[in-house]
């Protein structure tokens, strides 16, 4: 019966005005600000944070690569930084400096505070890179988005956004991958993006305009957000779109793009990527959203929506390049200069085949539960609702189980009700409706008798329902939870409280030590000590089950994905699923080699690093240190692209190590699999 997402809380403030960069002359709505997408030359940004390390090495870098950044902001400071203003505040920022955009460099504690200062300011586009940012602060913020029509949102949890032709840097992307170009890329991960970027580098398509939506379970910006900026761009010619396990983003996308092809004569063709068709049962993979909940698709299902109304799909983002070649060739729009294409770059599209479906969950134990969420032992969850007054016990086998809940919806980015009159062994939640509220607003009880009606209650539960909701909302809301699921016995006119799942997600905790007493009854011993090792050290490491021989390092949750998939696709089978994190060091990847090595299945170890803010020189050096340490006596099979790739593939090189280096994904991953099978 596992469900739902993330949340939590913060007190943030907003004020509207007017807005000079969107081209709507009606303002309406959020809607009313995807123009804002369309950055480039034009484009004034600044920074929040800026004269901070992170935000300092990545201005230096987008100014010299072009971008216009004409300043930022750090609180207290007025002064100079790297011969630019710097200004104590967002609204002061907006109106000496008329930005267009900002982009937003601090910690996930700071990060809603600061969009906060940004959507009150009115700055046209606001882009968060922080991960880890509690999903309560998140929900306040798209209820206050969804309340004005000047500022439009970019992540959080993503790359940012880039214009290849605008010379235009928002976020950290690597930028010696990108060439301006005609493909507009929309993606879920940002890894899997940046293979995307490379790929048609090299097939000498270059890209337009790149937007990171971010893994987080509620973005700012979407697929058809993004899809809309792109069907209207002259500068885009084809579209690129990478998605992954979580929610109904690409489903929503498959519907756009639906009606975009009756509505267009010579529509733009477009290709995808979907992530997760080999996932860990009930589990996040690495991105906050990458979850599959009650109700919602698996890979496959999104892969076929896609099929279904004509995009091509790819195994591998490395094939994109090649894909979209072909495919620009088709519709009759020109295929480009194709003279940087490598000889490496030998790939054909890739229909579904031989692609393994996620396996059915088939208990609800903690270890079916992602360790960057707390979900709390049955008799625990039934004391806190004990605590507020309410019959809370084992179910006497008589009388019928139905559900009642708190979540998130996903597709009105707010909490909501979760309702359903059944529930069967099969299938938790059947018949399941969802009853969305808005965060700052709460639940209005005007829609109570909606959910009795649902649950198909009596009118003597009137009060019991309105007691238990009331409940859930207040423990919801003071303990920042992301899930509360109960199940419930009608008796006499009143809920008995039979079952209750309840999650809770520890950015809070980790970011700002809030709900210290809720996350103090996480037990430990019940979790995979291999796991919870990895996770001491940022480290987000999954163990598959089966047979799987081959051990996977790899830096990016989505790109982690997919590798699992491209092996299992290959005829290989990976033991695990392991993502480094985006501030890995080489004693972070070190300790990686030591978490996969404890499983005694692993053949052989395949590192697939595509860099961003990971520089590959550091995850080479890592890889040395571990041969070092740890009396490696295991095949390391070692592909590294991206930032600080050629430094990271040269210490490889001269590392006089029994490692196998290869450039080309598929020629890497052929090695691990043919060196697995022979161990």
């Given at each position: ?75 207290g ?78 992540g ?17 992307q ?25 790929s048609?580098?090299?097939a ?10 971010g893994?987080?379970?509620l ?15 002259d ?30 004569t ?34 496959l ?129 059947v ?177 697939n ?18 041969f ?45 699999i ?6």
């Open positions: 019966m596992a469900t739902m997402i993330r949340h939590f809380a913060h007190r943030i403030s907003s004020r509207v005005t007017t807005n000079h960069f969107s081209t709507s002359t009606r303002r309406n709505g959020y809607e009313d600000t995807i123009a804002n997408l369309k950055i480039g030359s034009h484009t004034r940004v600044i920074f929040q944070g800026f004269t901070g390390k992170q935000a300092t090495v990545n201005a230096k870098e987008s100014i010299a690569w072009g971008t216009n950044i004409v300043g930022g902001v750090t609180p400071k007025n002064g100079e930084h790297l011969g630019l203003p710097v200004l104590p505040n967002v609204r002061e920022a907006m109106e000496q400096l008329k930005p267009d955009a900002t982009g937003i460099y601090v910690a996930a504690h700071q990060a809603p505070g600061a969009i906060a200062e940004a959507i009150a300011a009115e700055i046209p586009l606001i882009v968060a890179v922080a991960e880890h940012i509690p999903i309560h602060d998140i929900l306040r913020i798209h209820s206050m988005l969804k309340s004005q029509s000047k500022s439009r949102l970019v959080a949890n993503a790359p940012g956004i880039i214009s290849a032709i605008g010379m235009c840097r928002i976020g950290f690597p930028l010696p991958c990108f060439m301006p170009g005609r493909i507009g890329i929309v993606a879920k991960s940002g890894t899997l993006s940046y293979e995307a970027v490379a048609t580098t090299r000498g398509l270059g890209q337009s305009l790149c937007i990171g939506m893994g987080d379970v973005a700012g910006t979407n697929f058809v957000d993004a899809l809309k900026i792109l069907e209207n761009d500068d885009t010619d084809g579209i690129v779109l990478i998605g992954e396990i979580g929610g109904v983003a690409e489903l929503q996308a498959a519907d756009w793009i639906r009606e975009y092809k009756k509505r267009s010579n529509p733009k063709p477009i290709s995808a990527c979907i992530g997760g068709v080999i996932a860990a049962p009930g589990r996040v993979m690495g991105h906050a959203g990458a979850l599959v909940l009650p109700g919602e698709p698996d890979a299902t999104k892969i076929k929506a896609l099929e279904d109304v004509g995009v091509t799909i790819v195994k591998h983002p490395a094939r994109f390049g090649d894909a979209m070649k072909t495919l620009l060739g088709r519709s009759g729009r020109a295929s480009g200069d194709a003279s940087t294409t490598v000889a490496s770059q030998r790939r054909s599209m890739h229909t579904v085949r031989r692609i393994r479906p996620i396996l059915k969950a088939t208990s609800r134990s903690n270890k079916a539960q992602q360790k960057c969420t707390l979900y709390i032992k049955k008799d625990l969850a039934l004391d806190l609702l004990r605590e507020r007054g309410f019959n809370a016990g084992e179910y006497s086998g008589k009388g019928r189980k139905r559900v009642l809940g708190i979540a998130v919806d996903r597709s009105t980015l707010s909490p909501c009700i979760i309702a359903s009159p059944t529930i069967t062994l099969d299938d938790p939640l018949e399941v409706k969802k009853f969305p509220f808005d965060y700052r607003k709460g639940f209005d009880m005007i829609r109570l008798p909606a959910i009795s009606e649902h649950l198909q209650l009596g009118n003597s539960t009137k009060d019991s329902l309105s007691k238990l909701i009331n409940g859930l909302l207040d423990i919801y809301m003071k303990k920042e939870a992301f899930l509360l699921e109960t199940t419930f016995v009608e008796r006499l006119g009143e809920l008995n409280v039979v079952g209750a799942n309840f999650g809770f997600d520890d950015a809070a905790f980790r970011s700002t030590k809030r709900q210290g007493d809720i996350h103090a009854l996480r037990r430990i011993e019940d979790e995979d000590p291999q796991e919870v090792e990895a996770e001491k050290d940022g480290i987000v490491y999954i163990k598959l089950a089966g047979e799987g021989n081959i051990g996977t390092l790899v830096n990016g949750a989505g790109l982690a994905m997919n590798t699992v998939d491209a092996l299992a696709d290959a005829g290989g089978k990976a033991a695990n699923f392991l993502d480094t994190g985006g501030k890995a060091t080489s004693e972070t990847v070190k300790k990686s080699f030591q978490v996969i090595l404890q499983d005694k299945r692993v053949k052989v170890i395949f590192v690093i595509f860099g961003g803010l990971t520089l590959g020189d550091m995850i080479a050096n890592g890889i040395l240190l571990a070092k340490e740890l009396e490696m006596n295991l095949p390391v099979v070692v592909r590294i692209r991206g930032t600080h790739e050629e430094e990271g593939q040269k210490i490889i090189a001269e590392s006089g190590l029994p490692l196998h280096a290869f450039d080309g994904f598929e020629e890497a991953a052929a090695k691990a043919e060196l697995a099978n022979k161990a």
